[in-house]
């Protein structure tokens, strides 16, 4: 009776994050028709080529230590690597911007002083936003504070939704650029406001004993899993820049749109499943069960969402875009068209995921990844004329990478 009560607390607890953050991020998505109207595709390019940095940054912001607060044996070392993060986050937070900027000056924003100084300014304070705010969401983990996380969330969305439309209303040049540094700064001020509460002071309450004791302990965090973080954070960020680099901004502020759209929605629906049907394998394979049954039942709503997705999107999708956005949007809707395809490849490969660290298939995973990168990065190579080509030979990329990895998944977890 008590497991069954404790299972049933758990998936509750897991079903309100999932369900919260799933609310944060429909935000932004509900007011893409008032944003697309203020913003111009290039406006879109200017921060998705920050967004872009930032992520692929990020991966070594905190050196996935972040990652070990949750697991951490005693409260106390979960506090040490809390602080550990804030260190490491501040100092690479310093020590990014002269390559941010020269990257940004000589290969991305070559004739628009003002967006490069933006750029450049802001890149810094908001990776060191996002390593302290993120390695802070771990230790709220730890201590289930999910309505904290979820409120935190919420937040976030809403101020850089809101600032956003503000500004662009206004006529405010950058103002997308503007509404994202904002928003991150309230969560960021939110969030200290939010720890101080739970009677956490990261650069007071720590022991210099503790602190490498639990450094070593989870050495394997920086030494296997900030690697591979960063080649998919790579991955997932190039295309952006290849983009823009060799066909402009105005595909380039398209091609993000398209991917917005399309994977945001995808992601949470992903994630949502795999947080359910994590727990039932996980106890499927400690029971000595077969977890291929449970796979099964997770591949049907994901069968019953894709059809209709690939239909509309690949028959309608320019018309979609154009009546949904705006009519400069109609070339996102000719990239989605096609896209579609490889984001539906994705969809089932991100659910079926969770069979990696179930089966204990961690290297696997990395080497998934780094191959995923290495395709990614023969995009580089084989320059097309038109960003249109480019969309389909990325997507083939895509349904390579994720459609190979979804064969081995299935293929492990039958034989399991």
């Known amino acids: 009776m008590f497991r069954l009560n404790h299972i049933f607390t758990s998936n509750k607890q897991v079903l309100f994050l999932a369900s919260g953050l799933a609310i944060a991020q429909a935000i932004p998505l509900l007011f893409s028709p008032v944003l697309s109207r203020l913003f111009t595709p290039d406006d879109y390019a200017i921060l998705a080529i920050m967004i872009a940095m930032l992520n692929i940054v990020y991966e070594i912001t905190t050196l996935r230590y972040d990652r070990a607060i949750v697991i951490a044996k005693t409260e ?22 002269p390559v941010t900027n020269y990257i940004y000056e000589n290969y991305l924003i070559e004739n628009d002083s003002e967006s490069l100084e933006l750029l450049s300014f802001f890149t810094p304070f908001i990776l060191t936003f996002m390593g302290m705010t993120l390695a802070t969401g771990f230790w709220f983990q730890r201590i289930k504070a999910h309505r904290i996380i979820v409120v ?7 101020a850089i939704t809101f600032i956003s439309v503000a500004l662009g209303y206004w006529g405010i040049k950058n103002g997308l650029v503007w509404g994202y540094f904002v928003g991150w700064t309230i969560l960021f001020l939110f969030t200290l406001f939010q720890l101080y509460r739970t009677k956490v002071r990261p650069f007071l309450d720590y022991d210099k004993t503790v602190l490498r004791a639990s450094l070593k302990d989870h050495s394997v965090f920086p030494k296997y899993n900030t690697l591979p973080g960063l080649f998919n954070a790579m991955a997932m960020s190039l295309p952006v820049f290849i983009i823009i680099d060799y066909y ?4 380039g502020g398209n091609f993000n749109m398209c991917r917005q759209l399309l994977l945001l929605p995808i992601g ?34 994901v069968l019953l969402i894709s059809i209709p997705m690939v239909l509309v999107v690949s028959l309608f999708g320019p018309e979609i875009f154009s009546f949904v956005l705006g009519s400069e949007w109609e070339l996102s809707g000719e990239y989605a068209s096609v896209y579609i395809f490889a984001v539906v490849m994705q969809f089932f490969a991100l659910c079926l995921s969770i069979v990696f660290p179930v089966l204990g298939l961690i290297k696997a995973e990395s080497l998934f990844k780094g191959l995923y990168f290495i395709l990614i ?6 320059k097309v004329n038109d960003s249109q080509t480019f969309v389909i030979y990325y997507s083939i990329i895509e349904i390579i990478s994720f459609g190979s990895m979804l064969t081995y998944l299935l293929i492990k977890a039958k034989n399991n």
């Open 76 to 97: 106390l070392s979960a506090k040490n690597l809390l602080f550990a993060c804030f260190g490491i986050t501040l100092l690479i937070g310093f020590l990014i911007y």
């Open 152 to 158: 935190n969330k919420i937040v976030q969305m809403s």
């Open 248 to 251: 402009g901004t105005y595909e």
């Open 268 to 301: 949470f629906i992903s994630s949502s499943f795999s947080q359910v049907y994590y727990r039932r394998i996980t106890e499927a394979k400690e029971e000595g069960k077969k977890i291929f049954p449970h796979l099964k039942q997770l591949l049907l709503p």
């Open 377 to 382: 990065c023969a995009l580089f190579v084989f």
